[in-house]
Protein backbone atom coordinates (compact mmCIF):
# COMPACT_ATOMS: atom_id res chain seq x y z
CA UNK A 1 0.00 0.00 0.00
CA UNK A 2 1.47 3.91 -0.86
CA UNK A 3 1.85 5.88 1.70
CA UNK A 4 0.06 8.28 -0.35
CA UNK A 5 -3.40 7.83 -1.90
CA UNK A 6 -5.26 10.02 -4.01
CA UNK A 7 -8.80 9.54 -4.90
CA UNK A 8 -10.68 9.18 -7.24
CA UNK A 9 -7.89 8.12 -10.20
CA UNK A 10 -9.50 9.48 -12.38
CA UNK A 11 -12.57 12.39 -12.51
CA UNK A 12 -14.60 14.25 -15.47
CA UNK A 13 -16.77 16.91 -14.73
CA UNK A 14 -18.42 19.70 -16.89
CA UNK A 15 -17.28 23.32 -17.06
CA UNK A 16 -18.49 25.14 -13.92
CA UNK A 17 -18.70 22.15 -11.50
CA UNK A 18 -17.04 21.68 -8.28
CA UNK A 19 -14.08 19.81 -8.36
CA UNK A 20 -12.79 17.94 -5.07
CA UNK A 21 -9.48 15.50 -5.22
CA UNK A 22 -8.26 14.02 -1.84
CA UNK A 23 -5.76 12.65 -0.29
CA UNK A 24 -4.69 10.11 2.54
CA UNK A 25 -1.69 9.44 3.88
CA UNK A 26 -0.35 7.31 6.32
CA UNK A 27 3.14 8.32 7.92
CA UNK A 28 3.55 11.55 9.84
CA UNK A 29 4.34 14.98 7.84
CA UNK A 30 6.08 17.86 8.58
CA UNK A 31 4.11 19.31 5.01
CA UNK A 32 2.11 18.53 1.83
CA UNK A 33 2.33 19.85 -1.36
CA UNK A 34 -0.10 19.86 -4.03
CA UNK A 35 1.07 19.97 -7.36
CA UNK A 36 -0.41 20.30 -11.17
CA UNK A 37 1.01 18.77 -13.71
CA UNK A 38 0.01 19.25 -17.47
CA UNK A 39 0.20 16.91 -20.79
CA UNK A 40 3.26 18.09 -21.86
CA UNK A 41 4.85 16.43 -18.47
CA UNK A 42 5.89 19.94 -17.04
CA UNK A 43 5.18 20.53 -12.76
CA UNK A 44 3.96 23.41 -11.04
CA UNK A 45 3.62 23.52 -7.49
CA UNK A 46 0.27 24.98 -6.43
CA UNK A 47 0.53 24.69 -2.54
CA UNK A 48 2.41 23.80 0.82
CA UNK A 49 0.63 22.76 3.22
CA UNK A 50 1.73 21.90 6.93
CA UNK A 51 -1.73 22.95 8.53
CA UNK A 52 -5.13 24.91 8.09
CA UNK A 53 -6.51 25.81 4.79
CA UNK A 54 -4.95 27.76 2.22
CA UNK A 55 -6.71 29.86 -0.97
CA UNK A 56 -4.95 31.08 -4.47
CA UNK A 57 -7.89 32.02 -7.08
CA UNK A 58 -10.10 29.50 -7.89
CA UNK A 59 -8.32 26.91 -5.96
CA UNK A 60 -8.72 25.59 -2.23
CA UNK A 61 -6.60 23.58 -0.19
CA UNK A 62 -7.26 22.01 3.09
CA UNK A 63 -5.68 19.88 5.66
CA UNK A 64 -6.99 18.22 8.59
CA UNK A 65 -3.64 16.66 10.28
CA UNK A 66 -5.38 14.22 13.05
CA UNK A 67 -7.15 12.40 10.24
CA UNK A 68 -4.07 12.46 7.88
CA UNK A 69 -6.23 13.92 4.88
CA UNK A 70 -6.26 16.62 2.76
CA UNK A 71 -8.49 17.94 -0.04
CA UNK A 72 -7.61 20.17 -2.97
CA UNK A 73 -11.17 21.93 -4.29
CA UNK A 74 -11.50 24.04 -7.92
CA UNK A 75 -14.25 25.92 -7.91
CA UNK A 76 -15.88 26.96 -11.27
CA UNK A 77 -13.64 24.22 -13.09
CA UNK A 78 -12.90 25.20 -16.93
CA UNK A 79 -11.13 22.94 -19.47
CA UNK A 80 -7.34 24.51 -18.65
CA UNK A 81 -7.56 22.95 -15.35
CA UNK A 82 -7.45 19.76 -17.20
CA UNK A 83 -4.03 17.70 -15.78
CA UNK A 84 -2.87 16.00 -13.28
CA UNK A 85 -2.81 16.31 -10.11
CA UNK A 86 -0.63 15.23 -7.44
CA UNK A 87 -0.72 15.25 -4.12
CA UNK A 88 3.02 14.67 -1.89
CA UNK A 89 3.99 14.75 1.79
CA UNK A 90 7.10 14.81 3.52
CA UNK A 91 7.37 13.54 6.48
CA UNK A 92 8.45 14.58 10.02
CA UNK A 93 12.51 12.95 9.61
CA UNK A 94 13.03 13.75 6.13
CA UNK A 95 13.62 16.10 3.34
CA UNK A 96 12.27 13.95 0.75
CA UNK A 97 9.13 13.95 -1.07
CA UNK A 98 6.66 10.67 -1.03
CA UNK A 99 4.29 10.84 -3.80
CA UNK A 100 0.73 9.77 -4.56
CA UNK A 101 -0.27 8.68 -8.18
CA UNK A 102 -1.96 11.33 -9.37
CA UNK A 103 -5.87 12.60 -10.11
CA UNK A 104 -6.05 12.75 -13.82
CA UNK A 105 -8.85 15.67 -14.09
CA UNK A 106 -10.80 16.28 -17.30
CA UNK A 107 -13.18 19.32 -17.54
CA UNK A 108 -15.58 19.15 -20.63
CA UNK A 109 -16.95 22.85 -21.68
CA UNK B 1 13.21 35.91 -14.59
CA UNK B 2 13.93 33.16 -11.89
CA UNK B 3 13.28 29.70 -13.62
CA UNK B 4 14.21 26.14 -13.54
CA UNK B 5 15.87 24.79 -16.91
CA UNK B 6 16.16 21.05 -18.57
CA UNK B 7 17.29 19.75 -21.89
CA UNK B 8 16.82 18.07 -23.87
CA UNK B 9 13.31 18.07 -23.60
CA UNK B 10 12.93 14.99 -25.80
CA UNK B 11 15.69 12.66 -26.14
CA UNK B 12 15.65 9.57 -28.35
CA UNK B 13 19.06 7.14 -28.48
CA UNK B 14 20.57 4.24 -29.09
CA UNK B 15 21.17 1.51 -26.26
CA UNK B 16 24.63 1.86 -24.98
CA UNK B 17 24.89 5.79 -25.68
CA UNK B 18 26.45 7.70 -22.82
CA UNK B 19 23.86 10.85 -22.39
CA UNK B 20 24.17 13.86 -19.77
CA UNK B 21 20.17 15.18 -18.79
CA UNK B 22 21.25 19.17 -18.07
CA UNK B 23 19.22 21.01 -15.47
CA UNK B 24 20.04 24.88 -14.14
CA UNK B 25 17.98 26.79 -12.42
CA UNK B 26 18.66 30.68 -11.96
CA UNK B 27 17.54 31.28 -8.23
CA UNK B 28 20.46 29.88 -5.97
CA UNK B 29 18.75 27.59 -4.65
CA UNK B 30 20.88 24.89 -2.83
CA UNK B 31 18.78 21.82 -2.98
CA UNK B 32 18.19 20.12 -6.00
CA UNK B 33 16.31 16.68 -6.96
CA UNK B 34 16.03 14.31 -9.89
CA UNK B 35 12.78 12.60 -10.42
CA UNK B 36 11.39 9.86 -12.50
CA UNK B 37 8.75 9.54 -13.81
CA UNK B 38 6.63 6.32 -15.79
CA UNK B 39 3.68 7.13 -17.46
CA UNK B 40 0.86 7.11 -15.50
CA UNK B 41 2.89 6.49 -12.45
CA UNK B 42 3.98 8.43 -9.74
CA UNK B 43 7.34 10.38 -9.20
CA UNK B 44 10.38 8.66 -7.55
CA UNK B 45 13.44 10.27 -6.75
CA UNK B 46 16.77 9.18 -8.20
CA UNK B 47 19.20 11.82 -6.85
CA UNK B 48 19.47 14.79 -4.63
CA UNK B 49 22.04 17.64 -3.66
CA UNK B 50 21.82 20.21 -0.21
CA UNK B 51 24.60 21.96 -2.44
CA UNK B 52 27.99 22.24 -3.71
CA UNK B 53 29.47 18.73 -3.43
CA UNK B 54 27.21 17.43 -2.12
CA UNK B 55 24.72 13.92 -3.81
CA UNK B 56 23.05 11.34 -2.61
CA UNK B 57 21.14 8.52 -3.91
CA UNK B 58 17.54 8.86 -3.54
CA UNK B 59 14.83 6.07 -3.21
CA UNK B 60 14.83 4.18 -6.46
CA UNK B 61 17.88 2.66 -7.39
CA UNK B 62 19.56 4.66 -10.85
CA UNK B 63 22.52 3.52 -12.65
CA UNK B 64 22.67 6.80 -13.45
CA UNK B 65 25.25 9.62 -11.30
CA UNK B 66 24.55 13.33 -10.66
CA UNK B 67 27.22 16.19 -9.85
CA UNK B 68 26.94 19.41 -8.54
CA UNK B 69 30.17 21.45 -9.18
CA UNK B 70 28.03 25.10 -9.29
CA UNK B 71 24.99 25.81 -7.20
CA UNK B 72 22.95 26.15 -10.64
CA UNK B 73 23.93 23.26 -12.23
CA UNK B 74 22.91 19.98 -12.11
CA UNK B 75 23.67 17.23 -14.80
CA UNK B 76 22.55 13.63 -14.76
CA UNK B 77 24.56 10.96 -16.72
CA UNK B 78 23.79 7.39 -17.79
CA UNK B 79 27.09 6.11 -18.55
CA UNK B 80 25.16 3.16 -21.45
CA UNK B 81 21.35 4.26 -21.91
CA UNK B 82 19.33 0.76 -21.74
CA UNK B 83 15.89 0.50 -22.39
CA UNK B 84 14.48 0.11 -19.47
CA UNK B 85 16.21 3.48 -18.78
CA UNK B 86 12.98 4.85 -20.92
CA UNK B 87 11.22 7.28 -18.80
CA UNK B 88 10.35 10.85 -18.17
CA UNK B 89 13.21 12.57 -15.91
CA UNK B 90 12.24 15.77 -13.65
CA UNK B 91 14.41 18.16 -11.80
CA UNK B 92 13.16 20.49 -9.17
CA UNK B 93 14.77 22.61 -6.98
CA UNK B 94 14.03 24.40 -3.39
CA UNK B 95 15.23 27.11 -1.05
CA UNK B 96 14.16 24.91 1.73
CA UNK B 97 12.39 22.01 3.55
CA UNK B 98 9.98 24.28 4.27
CA UNK B 99 10.05 26.24 1.06
CA UNK B 100 7.85 25.15 -2.15
CA UNK B 101 9.36 23.29 -4.96
CA UNK B 102 10.41 24.43 -8.47
CA UNK B 103 9.98 22.05 -11.27
CA UNK B 104 11.76 21.87 -14.99
CA UNK B 105 9.34 20.90 -17.78
CA UNK B 106 11.35 17.50 -17.34
CA UNK B 107 13.16 15.35 -20.18
CA UNK B 108 11.61 12.40 -22.27
CA UNK B 109 14.02 10.01 -22.64
CA UNK B 110 13.20 7.22 -25.25
CA UNK B 111 16.08 4.42 -25.35
CA UNK B 112 15.82 2.19 -28.67
Known amino acids: KNEVEQSPQNLTAQEGEFITINCSYS?????LHWLQQHPGGGIVSLFM???GKKKHGRLIATINIQEKHSSLHITASHPRDSAVYIC???????????FGKGTKLTVNP | EADIYQTPRYLVIGTGKKITLECSQT?????MYWYQQDPGMELHLIHYSYGVNSTEKGDLSSESTVSRIRTEHFPLTLESARPSHTSQYLCASSWATWDGYTFGSGTRLTVV
Open chain 1, 49 to 51: LSS
Open chain 1, 27 to 31: VGISA
Open chain 1, 88 to 98: AVRSGGSEKLV
Open chain 2, 27 to 31: MGHDK
